[in-house]
């Protein structure tokens, strides 16, 4: 399923894809959503890039994915933020953000951005939806999410994680207690623990060579001209993002704030003089990103009077 799309640590993968398999034939236990799955792992190792995949492959797109920061839920009392403010306080009637999401789009994915920086509390109520498939709002409705797939990522036990990577096995045994003194044992019980383990260096590149790709084709299909993206490019991205020890995290910064602003730059001086682009080069020189832009030269129908001359000699 994901695998196709997603170049991740691969134990992680084939867990969700198995655990998905199950789902999407109907065999889960009756009642249950398609998946409450914690992703757990250091930064930058593709946690959320498996769910945006998964959002596109399940149902359709990106717009089917919504996405909660929980870092912003910190205090026990924001849980009405979630599920929106019973009667009479302030709020109610406006829905919370996440029980409307799931209402509006009930066939769709939910993820639970870090989710240890949540209050506790406000996990509670997580507990009728993973096992029941249902929520009640603040308004007391209850919220169907028997289709709905929620991931809750985490770095909790990450230490844990590089450690074992290695031993499996011995992983999920010595994770278990560290995520247990965060989750309640009943909430730890309803979702299916993934770890994912630290990018190799060939999964950096594959997925450094995936984002490159995708310039290229951008590059392309906007100006019409060809692409030349020097071998050096790749090896510069790889040394900053190992040296930023932040994996996949730290390559869109590389990218978008490093290499990418010197050809945006040559490429709006062009545009603004009306230039027709017929190469587009990416290169490194010194330890910097260049970038070097061809065009096509104009050639006068009108030759000057003394230039005709010169040529008829």
Same mark, same amino acid.
């Given at each position: ?29 009756? =009642?249950?959503?398609? =998946?409450?799955? @914690? ?18 492959? @399940?149902?359709?797109?990106?717009? !089917? ?7 912003? *839920? ?17 709020? !109610? ?19 639970? %951005?870090? +989710? ?13 939806? *993973? %096992? ?24 909790? =036990? !990450?230490? +844990? ?14 994770? !278990? ?26 999964? @950096? ?17 906007? *100006? ?33 704030? %490093? ?5 945006? @730059? ?22 910097? *990103? ?8 104009? +050639? ?9 001359? %010169?040529?008829?000699?």
């Amino acid at each position: 399923m994901a695998r196709r799309h997603h170049q991740g640590p691969g134990f992680s993968i084939e867990h969700l894809h198995k655990h998905l398999l199950t789902a999407r034939a109907d065999l889960r236990r009756p =009642g249950r959503p398609l =998946g409450a799955f @914690l992703l757990a792992g250091p930064s930058g190792v593709g946690k959320t890039e498996t769910v945006l995949q998964l959002a596109e492959l @399940l149902y359709g797109g990106r717009q !089917y994915l919504t996405t909660i920061n929980m870092s912003e *839920f910190q205090e026990k009392h924001t849980v009405s933020r979630l599920i929106g403010s019973p009667p009479g306080y302030v709020g !109610y009637g406006e829905g919370g953000v996440l029980t409307e999401a799931i209402r509006q789009k009930p066939y769709s994915v939910v993820l639970l %951005d870090e +989710v240890e920086k949540a209050h506790p509390d406000v996990l509670n109520l997580f507990y009728q939806a *993973f %096992d029941k498939g249902e929520m009640a709002d603040g308004e007391g409705r209850l919220i169907d999410c028997k289709n709905i797939v929620f991931f809750l990522t985490s770095n909790l =036990g !990450y230490q +844990v994680i590089v450690e074992h990577a290695d031993n499996p096995e011995t992983m999920q045994e010595e994770l !278990y207690p560290v995520l247990a003194d965060f989750f309640k044992p009943a909430l730890l019980a309803r979702m299916e623990v993934v770890p994912y383990l630290p990018l190799s260096r060939d999964t @950096l590149a594959t997925i450094i060579a995936g984002k490159l790709a995708r310039l290229d084709n951008v590059l392309c299909s906007r *100006f019409n001209a060809e692409v030349v993206i020097a071998p050096e490019v790749t090896d510069e991205i790889m040394q900053r993002v190992t040296r930023a020890e932040n994996g996949a995290r730290m390559l869109e910064s590389v990218i978008d704030g %490093d290499m990418l602003p010197p050809l945006s @730059l040559l490429l709006l001086q062009k545009m603004a003089a009306n230039a027709a682009i017929t190469r587009i080069n990416l290169g490194v020189a010194d330890g910097a *990103f260049t970038a070097d832009i061809e065009e096509e030269i104009a +050639v006068s129908d009108s030759v000057p009077e003394q230039e005709a001359e %010169d040529a008829t000699l």
